[in-house]
């Protein structure tokens, strides 16, 4: 099937039904599997949100366009710089080549324009009055959809700035699409997330754990809001998940490893520990994959661990006196895709930080091969060239194992999406810009005491703290060049924090341009391009 224009030129498939024959999927397809017809009942809309969670998925669980597509969340930015590298991540680590036709670029857009367009169906769908729906269906169908709808809106908004607006289905051939203002995009993300929040049920009433709940609408519509100017909004977004009552702190330690070494912050990203069911209270919205579990996923192909743990399995020693074998304790198979920057190895983490902890960042390997029997047990001291991708300190989030894959051609690991440690730091920032430096302070030490970091004081609170602080709690979980990006400060801070890899970023940069695809298809207007890129 020829591609149009952002996928939107095609009706959207009914990515729900996971066990349809092929012939559903094909070109020419019986009409009465469109979405116009499939959207008439309870049943159809349960399809219908089930492909929308899948294709919302497939913002991580891809290999295409290829392996490094994470790392561009990441790398030239003030945390991590390119290991063992490929093509998607490239123009991150040498800003001069990033271009409309650049990989990782193409792929969110369409990957963004692909979750609207499957949500507008489902949105119109619920709307039909011959749909036998009672109203309580028709509005949590509704608002499930438009969650997600915001959710993509909002990804492309603080990436690409403005896009084109598609609110309805469409099906027929248009190639006349302009930028909407961001007036009329930041419109729509909020009275989405508005009525997703007073339609979704709170995260301990969803009928599956998987389903999106009100939390997750809420502190979403904060960060939006954050972007937006809007932070006495932000603020009380913040504080109904707060104040729900319905999430906490993880404190103690719990779950499959509890009785083995480790801490309260590391058993919250062990395999087995992410979903509330687990005993995770934190966790506002998971998107579940495990191996062999109610609500897993197939092997798919998440590169998390691939991107973030490197790969020590290669030779290493100087020395060389063996190879390392792959276990679960060292985090799986990985093959190292980015490191850590300098600053946040050596200057990020105060000593008595838990986050800092040997379970949370893996600073030191030792030799586990038996068929070496002297060197099992001792330090590994890497050769120079093994601190590139193979023996560098790394955030333990991503471990991943599975015995029956030893390789990690797969990955079975749930994706934590939002957690409640993020809320927190959300808030400080809201009160920081509204100038409430006291308030700012005591939101942050809610999570330094679990940390058992010092306290920070209302003279201590500046957006620089705040950002810093997010990356203590939150490296390898949030995208940081959204996060950047979203507070207008990632030249700023990649240039002064990674000059490694980030000496060629300009102002430019903070946004991306518009795929150069869209632009030459759309041949009936002027989809205008993002300043300072050219073809």
């Known amino acids: 099937m020829k591609k149009l224009i952002l996928l939107l ?22 009409s009465a599997f469109s979405p116009l ?18 294709s919302v998925r497939e913002q991580y669980t891809t290999q295409n366009p290829g392996q490094s597509l994470l790392n561009v ?31 990782a ?61 598609v609110e309805k289905p469409v099906n027929s051939a248009k190639t006349d699409y302009t930028r909407a203002t961001l007036e009329s995009l930041n419109t729509l993300i909020n009275d989405d997330l508005i009525f997703a929040a007073a339609n979704l049920p709170n995260i301990d009433a969803v009928s599956q754990s998987s389903r999106i709940n009100k939390q997750a609408a809420n502190q979403l519509l904060a960060e939006a809001y954050l972007r937006q100017g809007k932070n006495d909004l932000a603020e009380a977004q913040c504080m109904a998940v ?7 702190l993880v404190k103690t330690r719990f779950g499959v490893n509890k009785n083995l070494p480790g801490d309260p912050f590391s058993d919250m990203f062990i395999t087995g520990n992410q979903r509330r069911s687990s005993g995770n209270t934190e966790s506002i919205w998971v998107e579940e994959m495990e191996y062999l579990t109610p609500g897993g996923g197939t092997p798919n192909f998440d590169q998390h661990r691939r991107v973030w743990v490197p790969h020590y399995s290669a030779s290493v020693g100087s020395p060389r006196v063996g190879n390392l ?32 902890s040997k ?41 991943h194992f599975v015995a029956a894959d030893p ?46 970091a010092a306290q920070v004081s209302a003279s201590d609170i500046t957006l620089d703290f705040i950002l810093d602080e997010r990356v203590r709690e939150l490296i390898g979980e949030e995208n940081r060049r959204m996060t950047l990006v979203r507070t207008g400060t990632l030249v700023a801070r990649a240039k002064r924090l990674n000059p490694i890899q980030t000496s060629s970023v300009q102002l430019f940069h903070q946004l991306w341009p518009l795929p150069q695809s869209e632009i030459d298809l759309n041949k009936d207007a002027v989809l205008t391009q993002n300043p300072g890129y050219i073809r």
């Open 359 to 399: 379970y949370n960042i893996r600073r030191d390997f030792f030799y586990n091969d038996p068929a070496f029997p002297a060197s099992v047990g001792k330090r590994v001291v890497p050769a120079p060239a093994d601190t590139l991708f193979k023996i560098v300190p790394y955030t333990t989030k991503w471990n």
């Open 73 to 103: 969340m990441q790398v030239g930015t003030d945390v991590a710089i390119n290991g063992q590298n490929g093509p998607e991540s490239v123009p991150f680590e040498n800003y001069s080549l990033l271009n409309p036709e650049a990989l």
């Open 325 to 356: 074998l792959i276990t679960d304790s060292l985090g799986g198979r990985g093959i190292g895709r980015l490191r850590l920057s300098y600053w946040v190895i050596n200057n990020l983490y105060s000593t008595n930080d838990m986050r800092n």
């Open 37 to 54: 017809n499939t959207y008439k009942n309870k049943a159809g809309l349960e399809a219908g949100i089930a492909g929308l969670m899948l």
């Open 105 to 165: 670029v193409s792929y969110y857009w369409t990957w963004a324009y692909k979750v609207i367009a499957n949500a507008n169906a489902i949105i119109v769908g619920a709307a039909d009055e011959s749909a036998v729906l009672t109203t309580a269906e028709r509005n949590l169908y509704t608002a499930e959809a438009k969650f997600y709808r915001a959710y993509a809106y909002n990804f492309l908004v603080t990436l690409y700035g403005a896009v084109p607006l």
């Open 407 to 452: 390789v990690g051609n797969s990955s079975y690991k749930d994706l934590t999406m939002m957690r409640f440690g993020e809320t927190y730091l959300l808030l400080a920032e809201a009160q920081f810009k509204q100038s409430k430096l006291a308030e700012a302070a005591i939101s942050i030490n809610v999570l330094r005491t679990r940390a058992n």
């Open 9 to 30: 030129l095609i009706s959207p498939v009914l990515l729900g039904f996971l066990s349809c024959k092929k012939a559903f999927l094909d070109e020419n397809s019986d």
């Open 242 to 248: 707060i104040n729900s009552q319905k999430l906490t």
